[in-house]
Nanobody, 124 residues
């Protein structure tokens, strides 16, 4: 089993930056890819970004390119989501997820482990 704990969410104003963290514990060596998803009020959960275990492969949704970036520190078993130039439409619960499948994936159904989420609220 793998446990994922997100942190770093909170209140921000438009234009601010936040860095979310996803700390993994347990059998982390069994996971290949870690991703971030988000769910805004009244909307379905959507893919944000994902990164391979080595950090050599990443993929981001079109709507975040240029503003959000994903990275990882394997010494700390932590994946980060750096969010810059925040917009009110970035308001959502942000979830970290990990998959044992050997690919950088965007479909949430292919992820095996999920965190509880961290709330990000951006005011205009």
């Amino acid at each position: 089993q793998v446990q994922l704990v997100e942190s770093g969410g909170g209140l921000a104003q438009a234009g601010d930056s936040l860095r979310l963290s996803c700390a993994a514990s347990g059998r982390t060596s069994s996971t290949y890819c870690t991703g971030w998803f988000r769910q805004a009020p009244g909307k379905e959960r959507e893919f944000v970004a994902a990164i391979s275990r080595s950090g050599g492969a990443t993929y981001s949704a079109d709507f975040v390119k240029g503003r959000l970036s994903i990275s990882r520190d394997n010494a700390k078993n932590t994946v980060y989501l750096q969010m810059n130039s925040l917009k009110p439409e970035d308001t959502a619960i942000y979830y970290c997820a990990a998959t044992t499948r050997l690919a950088v994936l965007t479909r949430e159904s292919l992820y095996d482990y999920w965190g509880q989420g961290t709330q990000v609220t951006v005011s205009s």
